[in-house]
């Protein structure tokens, strides 16, 4: 499920860092997300199970918080119409776009350490002891 990062690699090299910064703060305000009031990983697709294993395990205010922005974000009426963006492409109001600060992996960590598990699972699983 995760993709192959670079983080570590970009990190390690002052420079590159320096260059990629803007660069990324760029690419994560143009995709919109955050004009939506959302955070990255409310992106990411619940089709998978490894996704659905780990919503189950994550916190229960982190839950509620993430079904809310995911609702605030797509829900339309008259009654939320000043506190959520509608599917007429309205956004929120700046003060409630979500910060640089505040979007912060909370739900990819925890796919990465399912999927360590299932790697960890299989290879026990397929264990073969030689006699000698």
Same mark, same amino acid.
């Given at each position: 499920? *995760?993709?192959?990062?670079f983080t570590? /690699?970009?990190v390690k090299?002052?420079?590159?860092?320096? /260059?990629?910064?803007p660069l990324?703060?760029w690419?994560?305000?143009a995709?919109?997300? @955050?004009?939506?009031g959302l955070?990255?990983d409310?992106?990411i *697709?619940?089709?998978?199970?490894?996704?659905?294993l780990?919503l189950k @395990?994550?916190?229960?205010?982190?839950a509620?918080?993430?079904v /809310? @922005?995911l609702?605030r974000a /797509?829900?339309?009426?008259?009654?939320?119409?000043?506190?959520?963006?509608s599917?007429?492409?309205?956004?929120?109001?700046?003060?409630q776009h979500?910060?640089?600060?505040?979007d912060?992996?909370?739900?990819?960590?925890i796919i990465?350490?399912?999927?360590?598990?299932a790697k960890? @699972? *299989?290879?026990?699983? *397929?264990?073969s002891i030689k006699?000698?």
């Amino acid at each position: 499920m *995760s993709a192959p990062s670079f983080t570590s /690699f970009i990190v390690k090299r002052p420079w590159l860092k320096n /260059f990629m910064t803007p660069l990324s703060n760029w690419y994560c305000n143009a995709a919109g997300y @955050r004009k939506l009031g959302l955070r990255a990983d409310d992106l990411i *697709s619940e089709e998978d199970e490894t996704v659905l294993l780990a919503l189950k @395990r994550l916190p229960e205010k982190e839950a509620y918080d993430r079904v /809310f @922005r995911l609702r605030r974000a /797509f829900q339309v009426g008259p009654t939320y119409a000043n506190i959520s963006a509608s599917l007429a492409h309205q956004l929120l109001p700046k003060e409630q776009h979500t910060k640089p600060e505040e979007d912060y992996p909370y739900l990819s960590p925890i796919i990465r350490e399912i999927e360590a598990e299932a790697k960890e @699972r *299989s290879d026990l699983e *397929s264990l073969s002891i030689k006699r000698k």
